[in-house]
């Protein structure tokens, strides 16, 4: 048997045929609880998981429903918070005994996997050790050093997992600074969605809940893994299956969540061996190919609506929502006409017959969902790919009403509301005078650098000081070699979070690793155990407890490492009390209600209602806050998805970066993905038995992807081919290790979410 060649783990390759869930999600939870340590500890915690008495899941941003299962959690779910549960420790003994250099060295799973970090640690060059220092020191340096930094060369990055209290606070201390630079990992991600849903309907976020999966009569799933990136949806699946509601599948790859899926909470299905059918028609679309895909759909249903004017039958349009509600329908259908079907299924890979398979089920239903994920917004047309979504609904008024809608699902856990109280770097999306009003400053007017211009600023060398409010920047973005290379130009880089990742050893001049409290975390200050909360992809606001003692009495909260950057940097702000604000988090959710006052209503005495509050989304109730006061129909600008792939070159593939089942992001819990049927590697490249034949290459084979770009060369090596039920042009590997593959300029226009799931590469064997 062949061996992983960094982990020297056994690897075998075998497709798994079993559902989703089932027995094959509890073995992978009694593997991991215990080799965490914290069977016992997560076992009972795991039962306060979103619950209301409890805290949110630090994984995926889900729905948490008003009347939570017993086990309201999910494999994944649970694996997330043993991880953050470990008892192990990364203390200032753990940096003593290894040097940076020799950490460099270590494989992502093994530097997280070392444990919580417990203690402040500064670098130190002579050694090559990070060493301990006070808070106090630390704080009074970074204050030094920001305030000799141009507040435009200041990076405040965050990722999804901060709280809407941690985040307000952060956004409030980078304007106080003077930037607007918040980059953070929905440009990576849901970017997409946030800039094509507004210019749609009016609104960055989704219009669906809960409650509409119990209406709907039609669901349609684009480039999103259930199984694996948000299990707990599955729930809703298999009910809406249960009454017979059509799910249809757009995916390149098949995935078991998408395909079957028994529920690992139901004794009886556990027993019997019962799985439900998720996906009752599977569209192996190309990468790439959904514009063309759903463009084929479109131009289906408008030839069904003429046909049906031609014959007198009822129309097939909601033609009274369509005159009332929207803008653009014409030039939208005549460009639908305008498309020929030879195009499409070149485009899209999938035939015309099924594509009006699939567009005869949509017409047949009376509330179609549209639901997606990565596959869609992390492409160069990502922004349109959304949009044709929508286009999609518009026709038969599937937005606005019961059962209908669209429905992006997010990734991090407050992803979504990071932005809603003020984390981006557009100022227009910020209620500036509230702020103006409420903190009597001025703050920054001009844009601030997203996730893409801030790699870009670091390049340049023009970045002087980076801080991270949790994530692992330098493993997450495209150009993973490049911006490595280019780091220590930074003057400071202050990295805030719960585990040792490869951001941390990436060094500025001055480096930092400070560690918090994670969401699991008892945060106990002045005025006894404080709660935060969080938004979750269907904008429902939930309050969260963290249960258990923390690992370290030198962990502080994010708020108030935020709070106390601010006080070290800041001139004093008397309508400011950082202090009485840690001292009671509460406070700060009243500044979020005055900054937000509608969105935020009654924010403390709602917070731990059963299920959360929803924030007002307008196009919910069909009003489109949009220029045109209607819903857009918005007219692609072509349907060719990647202009960076040369369209005459047969040997160059479209590679899709994927995550496994064993990840969450670049936090790596393990080395099988099982349901794709890969045990003890993650260097793999997934290809179709037909490119591997025509490339004349094995499968087994060790191989090195390239990508194609004339500025210059990017290469990942090692990677082992599984031949796999792929479409033809296509592969597939893992993110984070096929970053180096991604030139930072393949990104979404208008959005800039790097194009992860379309870059184009040549495959040859490895030397
Ligand atoms: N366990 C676990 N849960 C997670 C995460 C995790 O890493 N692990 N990450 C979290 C985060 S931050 C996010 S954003 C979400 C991500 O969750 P997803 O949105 O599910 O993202 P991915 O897993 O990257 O890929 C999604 C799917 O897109 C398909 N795909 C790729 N290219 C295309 C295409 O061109 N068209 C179509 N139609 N499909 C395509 C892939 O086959 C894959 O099934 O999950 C969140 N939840
Ligand atoms: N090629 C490719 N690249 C991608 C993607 C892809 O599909 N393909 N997906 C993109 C997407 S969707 C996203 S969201 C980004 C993710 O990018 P990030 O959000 O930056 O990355 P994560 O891996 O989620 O960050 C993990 C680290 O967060 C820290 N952490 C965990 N919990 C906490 C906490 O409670 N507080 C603090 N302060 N720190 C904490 C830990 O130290 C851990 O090491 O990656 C993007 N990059
Ligand atoms: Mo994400």
Redesign the pocket.
């Known amino acids: 048997m062949s061996k992983d060649p960094d982990t020297g783990e056994p690897v075998t390759i075998k497709p798994y045929e079993a559902p989703s869930g089932g027995w094959g999600s509890v073995k992978s939870l009694v593997d991991i609880l215990p080799r965490e340590g914290s069977l016992l500890r997560s076992g009972t915690a795991l039962l306060l998981q979103n619950k209301p008495n409890g805290f949110v899941c630090p994984?995926?941003a889900w729905a948490k429903p008003e009347k939570p299962n017993t086990f309201e959690f999910c494999e994944?779910g649970a694996k997330a918070t043993a991880w953050e549960m470990t008892p192990k420790t990364v203390t200032p003994a753990f940096f003593r005994q290894h040097t940076v250099s020799e950490l460099l060295t270590w494989p992502d799973y093994n530097l997280e996997e070392a444990g919580r970090l417990t203690h402040p640690m500064r670098y130190d060059p002579e050694t090559d050790r990070y060493r301990p220092v006070s808070w106090g020191d630390a704080f009074a340096e970074i204050g030094r050093e920001l305030r000799a930094c141009d507040p435009k060369a200041v990076v405040l990055y965050l990722s999804?997992r901060a709280s809407l209290e941690a985040s307000y606070m952060y956004a409030l201390f980078g304007r106080l600074m003077g930037t607007n630079n918040f980059p953070d990992?929905s440009n990576m991600?849901h970017e997409s969605t946030s800039v094509a849903l507004p210019a749609s309907i009016g609104s960055p976020v989704g219009t669906v809940d809960l409650e509409d999966f119990e209406k709907t009569d039609c669901i349609m799933f684009?480039?999103?893994?259930v199984g694996?990136?948000?299990p707990r949806m599955l729930h809703q699946l298999q009910d809406a299956r249960k009454r017979g509601v059509p799910i249809i599948t757009?995916?390149?790859?098949k995935?078991r969540g998408l395909l079957t899926f028994t529920n690992p909470q139901s004794p009886t299905e556990m027993l019997s061996g019962e799985s439900t059918r998720i996906s009752t028609q599977y569209h192996q679309?190309k990468?790439?190919?959904?514009l063309a895909a759903v463009m084929g759909l479109c131009k289906a249903i408008v030839a069904a609506d003429d046909a049906a004017i031609a014959s007198g039958d009822p129309r097939i349009l909601d033609v009274d929502f369509i005159a009332t509600h929207t803008h653009g329908f014409e030039d939208f259908a005549a460009e639908t006409r305008r498309h020929d079907w030879a195009d499409l299924e070149r485009q899209s890979g999938l035939t015309r017959k099924n594509l009006e398979a699939a567009a005869a089920v949509y017409m047949r239903s009376s509330a179609v969902m549209g639901v997606y994920?990565?596959?869609?917004t992390q492409?160069r047309t990502g922004v349109e790919n959304c949009q044709m979504l929508i286009n999609l609904l518009l026709l038969r008024g599937n937005i606005g009403k019961a059962g209908a809608g669209i429905c992006p699902?997010r990734?991090?856990s407050n992803v979504q509301g990071q932005r809603t109280v003020g984390i981006t770097e557009k100022p227009e999306l910020v209620p500036m005078d509230k702020l103006r009003e409420l903190y009597k400053f001025e703050p920054p007017h001009d844009k601030g650098l997203n996730t893409v211009e801030a790699c870009e600023g670091i390049l340049k060398g023009d970045v002087k000081a980076f801080i991270g409010l949790g994530g692992n920047f330098i493993r997450a973005i495209p150009e993973t070699d490049a911006i490595e290379a280019a780091w220590s130009r930074i003057r400071l880089s202050v990295q805030i979070s719960t585990k040792l990742n490869r951001a941390h050893l990436i060094r500025g001049e001055v480096s930092y690793i400070l560690p918090c409290l994670a969401r699991t975390d008892i945060d106990l200050q002045k005025t006894g155990k404080q709660a935060v909360a969080i938004e979750d992809s269907t904008a429902f606001i939930h309050g969260s407890r963290g249960v258990r003692t923390p690992v370290s009495k030198d962990l502080l909260s994010e708020p108030r490492i935020v709070a106390e950057m601010a006080k070290a940097t800041l001139p004093p702000n008397p309508h400011i009390d950082w202090d009485a604000w840690c001292d009671d988090y509460a406070l700060v959710r009243d500044k979020i209600e005055a900054t937000y006052p509608e969105q935020f209503k009654d924010f403390n005495a709602r917070m731990f209602k059963p299920g959360g509050f929803p924030r007002p989304v307008p196009a919910r109730n069909r009003v489109w806050k949009t220029k045109t006061g209607k819903a857009n129909f918005i007219v692609p600008r072509g349907l060719d998805e990647n202009p960076d792939m040369p369209s005459d070159s047969i040997d160059v593939l479209r590679l899709?970066t994927?995550?496994s089942n064993d990840?969450?992001?670049t936090t790596i819990y393990g080395y099988d993905d099982r349901f794709r049927g890969v045990k003890g590697t993650r260097k793999i490249v997934f290809m179709n038995q037909h490119d591997i034949d025509r490339l004349a290459l094995k499968d087994g084979d060790i191989v090195t992807l390239t990508t194609i770009a004339a500025d210059m060369k990017r290469e990942v090596s090692g990677l082992r081919i599984i031949a796999y039920d792929i479409p033809e042009g296509c592969c597939g590997g893992y993110y984070p290790e096929c970053n180096p593959l991604i030139p930072l300029w393949h990104h979404a226009e208008h959005s800039k979410v790097p194009a992860a799931?379309?870059i184009p590469v040549t495959i040859s064997l490895s030397v």
């Open positions: 994984s995926c994944n999804g990992s991600c684009f480039g999103q893994n694996t990136s948000s757009f995916n390149p790859l995935e679309v990468a790439g190919g959904d994920g990565m596959g869609l492409h699902v990734g991090h899709m994927l995550r990840q969450f992001n799931k379309s």
